[in-house]
């Protein structure tokens, strides 16, 4: 018994620890988008994604997971393909430069509603009727999302007119990220999926701003800062939680996301000084309570399986 509890634990600390990873590291992206020489969105997705694609894979390969697996199957190539276009590069770009057009406490806040989006998606294409603790959940979000834009007045916006953009067009990136690799994932392993995905979006990412073009100059911050970016940010936080879901189920491990935006905020409030307002804070909260809802009582209809053959 004494075991098993400090397997979830363990898990537990995984999923969160991850999370919070990946809230740090948006708080560190806004440093390299400001101040003398900075970055470009596009640049630090190129490089963020190529290199943490290439250490994903090759992490992979040495736990055994046949990367090259998924390229023998003809529809799950380009399911593969697919992902790395239009689910993981929109959701890390839009991220980035809803971080460049205002901080990554509030980019992080809205790119929590992608959960909402998801029940959308299944209440229109599916036809799948919401549940009471969807609806409520959905109300959450949006009277949220709306103290956080506004706080809490109808005349203007709290906040540019592009982070609101592209905060809300990362929040439909994360639907489409969580969509499109589902039927993969059970067949392939999240670690060959999600490394492929990452080092196809970073190779297509070369095309609209090369990574060798626009380096900044390297000084020993600006290179720990991209390695950290990188390094915790991407290839630790995903290995982390990952290795939380051998101890944890997934639906306790998808409320533990709810650190990301606690610890982007908690960061660029002590670290950065970045403004947080009354209004920021509840409405912040709500969308976290809105997306416990979801999780706790959402039902996804099973992913269609690939033919291996």
């Given at each position: ?8 634990l ?40 190529t ?49 460049r ?10 790119q ?16 799948q ?26 005349t ?21 990220s ?6 993969l ?36 911050t ?17 290995v ?70």
């Amino acid at each position: 018994m004494k075991q098993t509890q400090n397997k979830r634990l363990l898990g537990i600390l995984l999923a969160s620890g991850g999370a919070t990873l990946w809230g740090v590291s948006g708080v560190i992206a806004q440093t390299l988008f400001h101040g003398e020489h900075a970055v470009t969105p596009a640049w630090l997705t190129a490089v963020r994604m190529t290199f943490a694609g290439i250490l994903l894979l090759t992490y992979s390969a040495l736990r055994h997971q046949q990367p090259l697996r998924v390229w023998q199957n003809k529809r799950a190539a380009l399911q593969q393909v697919l992902f790395g276009l239009l689910g993981l590069i929109p959701i890390q770009f839009f991220y980035f430069l809803a971080i460049r057009y205002g901080n990554a406490a509030v980019a992080t806040i809205l790119q929590f509603l992608g959960p909402i989006v998801i029940t959308l998606y299944y209440i229109v294409f599916h036809r799948q009727l919401p549940s009471r603790a969807e609806t409520i959940g959905m109300v959450f979000a949006l009277v949220g999302a709306f103290f956080v834009v506004t706080h809490g007045q109808l005349t203007h916006l709290a906040v540019s007119p592009a982070l609101l953009f592209w905060g809300l067009m990362s929040a439909v990136a994360v639907a489409s990220s969580t969509l499109l690799p589902r039927p993969l994932l059970p067949v392939y392993g999240a670690g060959p999926v999600n490394g492929w995905g990452l080092l196809i979006g970073g190779l297509a990412m070369n095309f609209i701003q090369p990574i060798w073009v626009g380096v900044p100059p390297l000084t020993p911050t600006r290179v720990l800062a991209i390695s950290a970016v990188i390094l915790f940010g991407t290839l630790l936080a995903f290995v982390m939680y990952a290795v939380s879901l051998l101890y944890i189920s997934p639906t306790t491990a998808s409320l533990l996301d709810a650190f990301e935006p606690l610890a982007a905020t908690v960061i660029s409030i002590t670290v950065l000084h970045i403004p947080f307002s009354w209004a920021d804070g509840l409405g912040g909260a709500l969308i976290i309570a809105a997306v416990v809802m979801l999780t706790m009582g959402y039902r996804m209809p099973k992913a269609t399986e690939i033919d291996d053959s």
